[in-house]
């Protein structure tokens, strides 16, 4: 089972209503066994249009777990205040496995 990542597009309206998301948040990043791998608050546009200031990669082990992390009680009552503080586009992506490369015979 491939792994998945959710990315986070954030165009941050209220910087310290972002930091108090972040704090009430880290619980459910922890207790779902999320990775964050990026946080950049200027990433480099290669082609097209990108949305926002603020780019994040999170980590989990599948879909389903990425899932359960953003349905979870614990993350749905800090998600108001990531609405409240930033326009944001949210997404679920799963990991891509290479198919095995067999010698032809």
């Known amino acids: 089972m491939p792994k998945a990542y959710v990315?986070?597009?954030?165009d941050i309206k209220d910087?310290?209503?972002m930091r108090a998301y972040e704090k009430a948040s880290t619980a459910a990043i922890v207790e779902h066994r999320a990775v964050v791998l990026a946080a950049d608050g200027s990433p480099?546009?290669?082609e097209g249009e990108w949305h926002g200031q603020r780019?994040?990669?999170?980590e989990f082990g599948s879909a389903d777990a990425a899932r359960a992390?953003?349905?979870s009680d614990v993350?749905?009552?800090a998600i108001g205040l990531r609405h409240a503080a930033a326009d944001t586009n949210a997404v679920i992506i799963e990991g891509f496995e290479m198919p095995s490369r067999r010698s032809a015979p």
């Open 7 to 10: 990315i986070f597009t954030e």
């Open 15 to 17: 910087p310290a209503g």
């Open 44 to 46: 480099q546009v290669l």
């Open 55 to 58: 780019t994040v990669l999170l």
């Open 69 to 71: 992390w953003y349905q």
């Open 75 to 77: 993350y749905q009552q």
